[in-house]
Structure formats: structure tokens, C-alpha cells
């Protein structure tokens, strides 16, 4: 097997512009500092975790036993007893929260799934494939989810058996919903524990409360179904990958033996990535959980330090308590392209993940910013 030479000149270019702009994320919360240099070797191997990590499989290259540890962790990680959990790791996040409509699916499958306007535009394709009856409900401007109009659907359908789908951080805005209230308002309206499911979608907030002094409710001590996190986003991995966690009950309900693996198989996929979860266990492992909090109390004083940058200019910038991303209104094109920053609507953000040591690049967007802004009455908006 060998390149041409102007393939591999097209390659150089390549890996040239990757190290150019290493580090250019500051508009999706994808972490770039990581390194995973000592398991290069494993990428001479052909590993393929398809199935279940618990049981034989007759692929011999698997990494079934890291997985085992990373889901373990995560077990801890989220407040269930790792023998009534299970998981796996998923291609991202998507992935994940598809599992977990699928499972609510399945245990109810006349039920109706809620999830808010500002939740991930994935959710609405998912309903679709997964033909589950859905309704959108309304956000409040700080992105959570509007609990009043939340349960006036709910009674207006008369809905049985909801399916709330919670966003523990929305892409833009960072905004958690509230659990505990949504749990007690479901309770209020007659709706007993075992009518519904509760699903938290924590693509990346999920790597970020378990090491804050005060987390907002978003695990399974705080009543939630299942969870779904990105391991690209918080944790920084070359290439997407994620985890999800439910209850065990709630999976054994869709486990199917195959025989052609000669094991179980709960999972959507079939092959699955076998070097993601050696990526994400040698990642949790390479940091104690002090040294996790250090990292997540860095991400956050670095958002706090744009709000206040911002502010400082009189540009109306925002976070949410214990969130990393950091709302501002939306700039001229020429600086969100620039700066390849995600916009909806007027409303832009900058996510102040790992790898932004020190705050050279924030500055250079904020400064962008500053000065793209229309000056108004000496203050700029
Ligand atoms: C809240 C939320 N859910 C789900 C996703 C999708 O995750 P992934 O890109 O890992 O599939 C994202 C991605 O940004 C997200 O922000």
C-alpha cells in the first residue's frame, strides 16, 4: 500500500493546517488539549467492540474490558450503583440520547416525548427515525425549558406517559433545566414515577457538574432515567465519541442475543469504535478527580473572565451558574466567520473549553467584537 506523491503532498497540507489551527475552537465546546501520543500504537490494530462489553465475544480485538472501567467510572460519576447501570460508549452524542429515546420508546410505546425549542437539533431527527409521538415545548429566554407550558401540553394531551427529554445544558445558551421541579410538577399533576421516563441530555455539561461545589439536579440520585455525554466535547478526544448510562431495567428490555457475534447485543450500532473507549478511559484516568475539578474551575473563571470583558464594554453578555459558555449578541458576519463562531438567530457564543490556557484567543474575538459593535448613546449594546 503506498501514496502517490502528490497524494501525500495533499496529506502534508493537511496536517500543516491542523497544527495552524490546533487550538482555533472557541465557538463549539470541543477540547483541544489532549494527548493521547502513547496509544498511537493501537492504530496498527483493527479493534471493533461490537456487542456488549460484559459478555464473550468472538471478536478477539476488542477493548470490552476498558470499557467496562470507563462505565464504571461514569457509574460513580452520576450516582448509581454501577451493577443496576448500563452503558456504553457511544459515537457521540446523538448517539447517546438516540439509545435513550429508544429505550423510553420501548418502555412506553404509546408515550409522548417533550424536549424544548432549545434543545439539539439532532432530537428532532431522532423522533423521526425512532417514530416516537413528540411535542415541542417552550424555552424560556434564558434557553430552559418552560415548565408551565411544559405541563399545560402535558394535560392538554392528556398524555399517560411523558417522556421528558431535559436538556442539562442547551448548545447555545448552556441553560440546565430544572429536574427537581419538573419532577415535582409531574408528581402535582397525578403522574406517578412509573408513568414516566426522564432522560438528561448532558452532552457537555455532564463532564462539568460532577465537579462543581453546587451542581444543579442532573443524575440518577436526582431521579433521571438516563444520561448521554460527548467525550469530544468536555473531555477532548481526535475524533467524536460519547457515553450513555441507564438504568439496567430499563435495557434488558431491548437486549437481543445474536449469534453471528456469539453475544448479547444491546447497542444501535453494530461495529463500534474500539479505540474511543480506550481514548476515554486512558482520558479519566490520566487526571484525578482534584485534578478534574481544577480543570472544570479553569473553564469556568475563563468564561467568567469574557462576561466580564464583555460587560466591561457594555455588550450584554451572560453565563449560566456553573457553565463554560458564554452568550453575547450576535456580531457582524465578518467576526463570527472570522472567529468561526456558532450564531442562531441574534444570539452568539463562545465556549471557554480546555484548551484555552490563557485568554489570547477570547481576547482577539471579544476585541472583534468590541469593535464591531454599534455605539449607542456612548455605549455600546
Ligand atoms: C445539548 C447537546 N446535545 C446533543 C449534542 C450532540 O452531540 P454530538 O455532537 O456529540 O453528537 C450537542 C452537540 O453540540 C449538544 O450541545
Same mark, same amino acid.
Given at each position: 500500500m503506498s501514496l502517490s506523491l502528490a497524494d501525500r503532498d495533499r496529506l502534508d497540507a493537511f496536517w500543516r493546517f491542523c497544527l495552524d489551527n490546533? #487550538?482555533?475552537?472557541?465557538? #463549539?465546546?470541543?477540547?483541544?488539549?489532549? &494527548? #493521547?501520543g502513547y496509544l498511537q500504537r493501537f492504530m496498527q490494530f483493527s479493534i471493533n467492540n461490537c456487542g456488549d462489553w460484559g459478555a464473550e465475544c468472538n471478536y478477539l480485538l476488542n477493548t470490552f474490558e476498558f470499557e467496562k472501567d470507563v462505565m464504571q467510572y461514569f457509574a460513580g460519576l452520576f450516582h448509581i450503583p454501577f451493577a443496576q447501570s448500563w452503558g456504553y460508549v457511544t459515537g457521540g452524542g446523538t448517539e447517546g440520547n438516540m439509545f435513550a429515546c429508544y429505550l423510553a420508546r420501548e418502555l412506553f410505546p404509546t408515550g409522548t416525548l417533550f424536549y424544548s +425549542? &432549545?434543545? /439539539? #437539533?439532532?432530537v428532532a431527527k431522532i423522533v423521526r427515525l425512532l417514530r416516537i409521538k413528540s411535542c415541542v415545548v417552550d424555552a424560556l429566554p434564558g434557553g430552559e425549558i418552560d415548565e408551565d407550558d411544559l405541563m399545560r401540553k402535558i394535560a392538554a394531551q392528556q398524555v399517560r406517559h411523558p417522556i421528558v427529554f431535559a436538556n442539562i445544558g442547551t448548545t447555545l445558551r448552556g441553560a440546565v433545566d430544572n429536574i427537581a421541579s419538573i419532577q415535582q410538577r409531574l408528581a402535582l399533576a397525578g403522574i406517578s414515577r412509573q408513568d414516566y421516563y426522564l432522560h438528561a441530555d448532558a452532552a457537555l455539561s455532564g463532564m462539568i457538574l460532577p465537579f462543581v461545589e453546587r451542581p444543579q439536579p442532573f443524575n440518577f440520585a436526582d431521579g433521571i432515567d438516563s444520561i448521554a455525554v460527548s467525550g469530544h466535547k468536555m473531555i477532548g478526544t481526535p475524533h467524536p465519541c460519547g457515553v450513555v448510562l441507564a438504568k439496567r431495567e430499563h435495557v434488558e428490555r431491548i437486549s437481543v442475543d445474536v449469534d453471528y457475534i456469539s453475544a448479547p447485543d444491546r447497542t444501535i450500532t453494530g461495529s463500534r469504535s474500539g479505540h474511543a473507549p480506550l481514548m476515554l478511559w486512558a482520558a479519566l484516568r490520566s487526571r484525578s478527580f482534584a485534578e478534574w475539578q481544577q480543570r472544570t474551575r479553569r473553564c469556568l473563571n475563563m468564561a467568567q473572565y469574557a462576561v466580564d470583558r464583555f460587560r466591561e464594554a457594555g455588550i450584554n453578555a451572560w453565563r449560566h451558574e456553573n457553565s463554560i459558555t458564554v452568550v453575547f449578541p450576535s456580531p457582524p458576519p465578518a467576526v463570527w466567520k472570522k472567529h468561526c463562531v456558532a450564531t442562531s438567530g441574534n444570539t452568539a457564543h463562545l465556549v471557554a473549553t480546555g /484548551? /484555552? +490556557? &490563557?485568554?489570547r484567543r477570547i481576547d482577539a474575538l471579544i476585541d472583534d467584537v468590541i469593535a464591531s459593535a454599534p455605539v449607542s448613546g456612548g455605549s455600546v449594546t
Open positions: 490546533q #487550538y482555533f475552537n472557541i465557538g #463549539y465546546p470541543e477540547s483541544a488539549d489532549f &494527548d #493521547y +425549542r &432549545d434543545t /439539539h #437539533y439532532s /484548551h /484555552h +490556557r &490563557d485568554s
